[in-house]
């Protein structure tokens, strides 16, 4: 038997689609799983206790998929729950631990080392779980496991990422309890491909995807956008990093869905990239059902659009809103305010721009949350120790550790730049804006998703959709 453990009850609820494929994989391959949802759970620890008192797994998984909320100020950390429930398990079973996720996926053994558990995937672990389930037992060797993160008496080991050219995920979409995550959580999930060969100074998932994009057959996509139907879920946010990159594969899957004859009944959301994107796309889009997209906009400032290594510039980010408001498709910005670089005057020009052209909704979010490998940690690391560099925020002390969340704005922007920002935003509510401080589970002016009661009311009442046209609908 094969345990996997969700411990991510941040609020609203996300389904744990990573646990779904994993258990679908394994599942396929013979092997008998057990899910434990905690998020699911009025009480996780009792929860963990009860399920040991009477099975004995020979292996346990935790998923891992935020190892913080990548938010300042907020800037909270998870290891601390990552790791009780790994020393819960360790009380209550002899079984060796393994974890996965996209945000281990960044910090794969310093997690694993941290936590205290035995192994760590970093990439896909739908081949993983099943090449470990048969190194346990003595069928390959653990340096054969893709992707694996392990220790013997010489230290930690490091295998070759887990990111397989072809992708055949199962679709059924049956181990989690998707309609339950539906209620609570507003949005289904369905995932088209993965990685991303761009270089965004500031981007981690290169580091956990893979740094080229590995597409799923668009049949496979529309299957199990069925079977999530089936189940009554209907609302759906694709989990790609970037649905457009690359354009012909997002036109492919489109092309299925309308072929299939569901779009009529499906609405969905993507992130998008400003670039590429036309007519073509948009309306495309559109009749497959997409109803709001999510663009990477970052910043309109030809300095920081240099800075930040992005393959827009302003022509495109207004051809994007325009095509987006012609195919009745709503549309938020994101920005990336305050990385190397960014001045008064280069913010300015930013939210300038962004309030004249009045996309749907912006989301002003300030600080870039610095991760080891990325082009910009290892910009700053040219100044010298970190520790030095100024326009470094954090909330621990001590030596810099990327692993706690850590954040770059630029010292340009001087004491208070959340209040820059929001003077500049002035009460322009199309926009989500930063604050000084606050402590999450507040309904605040910004648009962290963590512990968002405000999300949470709105969804018990009945919304459905992306968060931020949640929050976006809620205001007006
Ligand atoms: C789509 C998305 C969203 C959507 C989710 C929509 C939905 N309905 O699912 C929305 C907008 C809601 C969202 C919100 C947030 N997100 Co988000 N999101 C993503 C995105 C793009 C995809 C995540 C995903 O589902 N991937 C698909 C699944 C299948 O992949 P996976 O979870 O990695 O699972 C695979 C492997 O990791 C592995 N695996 C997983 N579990 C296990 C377990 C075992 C035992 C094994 C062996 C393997 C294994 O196998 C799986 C299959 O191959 C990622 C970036 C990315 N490209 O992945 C960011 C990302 C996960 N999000 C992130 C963050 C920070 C958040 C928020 C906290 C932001 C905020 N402050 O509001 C919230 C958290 C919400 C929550 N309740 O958890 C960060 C996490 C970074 C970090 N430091 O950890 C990421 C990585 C983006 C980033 N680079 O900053 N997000």
Known sequence: MLLLINANSMVPLVAPIGVDYVAGAAEAAGIDVDVLDLALQQDAGAALNAYFATRSPRLVGVTFRNVDDSFWPSARSFLGLLEGVV????????????????????????????????????????????????????????????????????????????????????TARDAIQNAEYFRRGGQGNVETKRGCARRCVYCADPLAKGNRARMRPPADVASEIEALLEQGIDVLHLCDGEFNVPRAHALAVCEEIVRRRIAGRLAWYAYLTIRPFDEELASTMRRAGCVGINFTGDTASELMLRSYRLAHHREHIEQAVRLCREHGITCMVDLLLGGPGETPESVADTLEFFKLLAPDAVGAALGMRLYPGTPVVLQLCKLGPLEGVPGILRKYSGRIDLLQPTFYVSPALGEEPAKLVRELVSNDERFFVPEDDRPSATAGTDHNYNDHQGLVDAIAAGARGAYWDILRRLRH
Do not use: K, M
Request: proline share 7%.
């Open 87 to 170: 020393q819960q398990t360790r009380s209550c079973s002899d079984a060796p631990i393994v974890l996965g996720g996209v945000g281990l996926s960044i910090f794969p053994e310093r997690i694993a080392a941290r936590v205290g558990a035995d192994y760590a995937v970093r990439g896909d672990g739908e081949p993983a779980i099943v090449e470990l389930w048969e190194a346990l037992h003595g069928a390959r060797d653990l340096s054969e496991v893709a992707g694996l993160v392990w220790q013997n008496e010489h230290g930690w080991h490091a295998n070759g990422p887990s990111w397989p050219a072809s992708l055949a995920l199962p």
